[in-house]
């Protein structure tokens, strides 16, 4: 299989070639390597006819069956994940190592998802009568995702969508098209047709989508403007939602911490992906008893870090992933700049012509900044210090926002009890970034709406029959 040219298009099982393409860029050099085949309107609705007639076959064959074809899909995956990793680089930006280990989460993801059933739940079990319910699955879901993970984050949608009996039509990013395609390649002769479609498109692509009669559920990843337009175009219909959206994580840092060794931690879990990461943590509260050690360790960590094309060796951080979010990221270090704040910048980047900005440490900025207050989603991040717990609490919970959160201390009791204040779907204690297929994960406020992961995340693509049947006499 050539995985640096001949992308095309997924739909009934067959490849689909289109009149327009796009060019995809590599944000290490900013200049196109790739052409991608670009569905309009007619390509869509192939796709969700195709999804629509493969439904009930797919559906009859029950979870062991779908079961045993998504472990062979999952394993027709293994020969090419160090092609899919070389491409991964190219359209996304992230150096290999990191590359791969996202091809092989996403590996290790679908069989996880694979194992799991969702039983008949008996409600009620009385001498009258019995009530349980059943999970049907809800028909075609459209996958919509973005590009900071676009691999998993496919998966995350991919795997549930079809174990639990769905068909789907499935759309990446624009910016980060090529693994999805190609995944979708390798699995034409695996699943039957018209099981799994993938169609990539530009920015009308997805509204055409949400407005698109025959899904019964949209799966959305993204940010929360485009979030509310999906859950608004659904409602047209009462289609499903499941949406996973922004976040501005505050990782709450007491002044028990072994400050060396948390640094490091506190580091890769806001620099991880170029900052790139839904879960990143984008505020950083330190106690004034450790702030200036605290940032001193972190200003080491960045300085000792440069940033460069992920294909090179060494590369531990590549570019921003596209220019539009580049120049966002841009814009918010300038206004610090421009605030008279204090920046702490990494060397300048290894190549120039890429979408390479340095991990930048914003010193202490007032809580009203706009990179404190926004979703930086890129190398920026305001360190924050703080006094009194309560108000670092209250600070920590002043968002729109609910992702993810964390708090490090060494008494993991207290830890705990300041998570349980945390208004977020998900928090660490001594920890980041962590998640897994068997674990709901879960906006809280602006930061989604629904479950993915866990039989949580699996009910989501289904709809619930409750049967009451009378014992009997
Ligand atoms: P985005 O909202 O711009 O785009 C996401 C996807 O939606 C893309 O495929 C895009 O083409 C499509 N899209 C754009 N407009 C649409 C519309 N009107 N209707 C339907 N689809 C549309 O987000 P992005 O820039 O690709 O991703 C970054 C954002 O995603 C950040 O806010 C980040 O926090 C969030 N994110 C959230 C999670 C999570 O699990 N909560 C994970 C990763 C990223």
Redesign the pocket.
């Known amino acids: 299989m050539d995985f640096d040219s001949d992308f095309t298009l997924t739909i009934n099982g067959r490849e689909i070639r289109t009149e327009r393409e796009m060019d995809v860029i590599n944000p290490a050099t900013g200049l196109a390597f790739a052409r991608a085949p670009l569905a309009q309107q007619a390509e869509l609705d192939a796709a969700v006819t195709a999804a629509q007639a493969a439904f009930p076959a797919w559906k009859a064959l029950g979870w062991d069956g779908r079961r045993a074809l998504l472990l062979a899909a999952a394993k027709a995956l293994e020969p090419h994940a160090a092609a899919l990793a070389q491409l991964f680089v190219r359209e996304q930006g992230r150096p290999l190592a990191m590359a791969r280990g996202e091809i092989d989460l996403g590996i290790h993801w679908i069989k996880a998802v694979a194992r799991q059933t969702l039983a008949d739940e008996t409600v009620e079990d009385s001498p009258a009568r019995t009530v349980y319910v059943r999970h049907e699955p809800l028909g075609v879901v459209a996958g919509?995702?973005?590009?900071?993970?676009p691999f998993l984050?496919a998966i995350w949608k991919i795997a549930p969508a079809l174990i639990s009996g769905n068909t789907m039509v499935l759309?990446?990013?624009?910016f980060t098209p090529l693994c999805t395609l190609k995944l979708a390649e390798i699995w034409r002769d695996i699943l039957p047709a018209g099981v799994f479609n993938v169609i990539n498109g530009e920015?009308d692509l997805?509204?055409m989508?949400?407005a698109h009669p025959g899904f019964a559920k949209i799966s959305?990843?993204?940010?929360?403007?485009?979030g509310k337009?999906?859950m608004e175009?659904a409602a047209l219909d009462l289609k499903r939602v499941t949406l996973?959206?922004?976040?501005n994580d505050a990782a709450i840092v007491l002044p028990d911490v072994d400050v060396k060794a948390v640094a490091r931690k506190l580091f890769f879990g806001a620099f991880y992906n170029s900052a790139q990461v839904?879960i990143a943590t984008k505020r950083l509260y330190v106690h004034d008893a450790i702030y200036d050690a605290m940032r001193d360790e972190l200003a080491e960590l960045v300085r000792a870090n440069t940033v460069g094309d992920g294909s090179a060796p060494g590369v531990m951080f590549g570019p921003v992933q596209n220019k539009p979010?580049y120049d966002r990221v841009q814009a918010l270090i300038a206004g610090a700049r421009a605030q008279g704040l204090t920046i702490i910048e990494g060397p300048a980047p290894i190549g120039a012509a890429g979408y390479f900005i340095p991990l930048t440490l914003v010193d202490n900025p007032p809580e009203e900044a706009a990179v404190v207050q926004e979703?930086a989603?890129g190398p920026v991040l305001p360190l924050l210090r703080y006094t009194d717990m309560d108000d670092v609490i209250t600070r920590a919970n002043a968002s729109e926002y609910g992702?993810a959160g964390a708090v490090w201390t060494s008494d993991v009791a207290l830890g705990i009890e300041i998570a349980n204040r945390l208004e977020t779907g998900t928090v660490w204690i001594n920890d980041n970034l962590q998640n897994g297929p068997h674990i709901p994960?879960a906006?809280a406020k602006q930061?989604?709406l629904g479950v993915?992961n866990g039989l949580d995340g699996l009910r989501e693509f289904t709809w619930r029959r409750t049967v009451f049947a009378p014992k009997p006499a």
């Open positions: 919509i995702v973005p590009w900071n993970f984050l759309k990446p990013s624009p920015n997805g509204p989508m949400t959305f990843t993204g940010s929360t403007a485009t337009r999906v175009a996973e959206l922004g976040g839904c979010q979703e989603f992702l994960f906006g930061s989604g993915e």
